[in-house]
């Protein structure tokens, strides 16, 4: 009777088993799936979350590049129209400097100048401390630059120093470039010779008279170091990096502390972003060439991402042209945006790869290749 009673309740135990088991396992495979799913769900709500603010911020820094990079051209093309009116007379070059210095006062730009075919030149500078100077070659010596301060109107005040330099500036490539192709231009990046710590690219606009002979040329310099200030001041997050690389990988500027050249030797040596302490800089820049071989074949915008010490970096990298189509040797240049991200906290990193080379005093034009076509060849006045 006692083995009857024991099969009996191992029967009953079975049946209980049999009976709660599986509603057990389908609770567990519903919270499961459910715990799954929604983790799934949240997972691509903030990945979605932060490929938007990558959008936004890549847009919101595209406006503020963009008329960065527009200003020169502008200042240039003000510049045409006031020498059209007779506004500005380019014979006087206390005059002409006193009206650049004004515009210095007012755009965000590193050098307003204007050579004559004949040797004389005038040009206003700003340093990285903000302080303008006053340079002018006159056509009795075009090898002897004269450097005065500026006082708070814009005028010529004291002599500081005379440098002599050992070539006339219609061989300085801001001057020849323009001239030999006749029409506005981007230089490339360039090297100053009587400051090898200053690299600077120029907006450069042939003038011409009405029986289309060159009077001189006109243009307006972006320096590298204030390029560099000008990421830094950009409206984007604390945690926020921008920097800007050619398509050769060289870096152009950063809005870090890191300069994008060495000095050797009294030389500028440009630094390639490869090559930077910089692990943000550095890794970002490897990640686009192993995407995608060359930064020459970055096309559109397109979202990226690499691993920095355990955590997932988002890129976005954008393609960026001049507006006017005279950024020469930088037609196709790319925008690229990271934006670091762990869960629910981010930090966006912004960068734009360019593709602009050139040397001030140290090279002469013939150096240089003048790629891309302008809107118009030249200005003509009087």
């Not at 709660?20 to 949240?42: C, D, H, K, R, Y």
């Not at 301060?149 to 470039?177: C, M």
């Not at 011409?208 to 997050?237: E, R």
Request: net charge positive; aromatic share 8%; proline share 3%.
């Amino acid at each position: 009777m006692s083995d009857s009673l024991q099969v009996a309740q191992t029967r009953k135990v079975s049946l209980r088993f049999i009976l709660v088991v599986p509603f057990v396992l389908q609770i567990f495979a519903a919270v499961g799936l459910t715990g799954w799913m929604s983790l799934q769900n949240g997972q691509k709500a903030v990945n979605e979350l932060a490929d938007q603010l990558r959008i936004e911020a890549s847009n919101r820094i595209a406006t503020h590049l963009d008329k960065y990079l527009t200003t020169p051209k502008q200042i240039n093309q003000v510049n045409l129209i006031a020498i059209d009116l007779g506004l500005l007379d380019l014979n006087d070059l206390k005059k002409t400097g006193q009206f650049f210095s004004r515009q210095m006062q007012i755009f965000n730009v590193g050098y307003i100048n204007y050579a004559s075919r004949d040797g004389a030149f005038i040009g206003i500078e700003r340093l990285d401390n903000g302080k303008l100077l006053f340079n002018e070659y006159l056509r009795s010596n075009p090898h002897l630059t004269s450097i005065y301060s500026i006082d708070a109107q814009g005028n010529r005040s004291h002599l500081e120093k005379v440098e002599t330099v050992p070539d006339a500036v219609q061989a300085e490539s801001w001057y020849a470039d323009a001239a030999k192709v006749g029409h506005p231009v981007w230089s490339q990046i360039y090297q100053w010779d009587d400051k090898p710590e200053v690299l600077s690219i120029s907006s450069s606009y042939p003038l011409y008279s009405k029986s289309h002979q060159l009077i001189g040329v006109i243009g307006v310099d972006l320096i590298l170091t204030q390029i560099s200030t000008f990421l830094q001041n950009l409206p984007i997050s604390a945690s926020s990096q921008a920097f800007i690389l050619e398509r050769n990988g060289a870096l152009v500027a950063s809005s870090g502390s890191e300069r994008p050249y060495q000095v050797i030797n009294d030389k500028a040596q440009r630094l390639l972003a490869i090559d930077s302490q910089d692990p943000v800089v550095r890794l970002a820049t490897q990640k686009l060439f192993n995407h995608f071989g060359s930064l020459q074949r970055i096309q559109d915008s397109q979202p990226l991402s690499f691993e920095l010490n355990g955590k997932r970096q988002f890129v976005r990298v954008t393609p960026w042209q001049d507006k006017l189509g005279q950024l020469a040797d930088c037609r196709g240049c790319a925008r690229v945006r990271l934006h670091a991200g762990d869960r629910y906290q981010y930090a966006s990193h912004d960068f734009a790869v360019s593709r602009c080379t050139r040397d001030r005093h140290a090279h002469r034009a013939s150096d240089f290749s003048t790629a891309g076509q302008a809107n118009f060849a030249g200005h003509h006045c009087c």
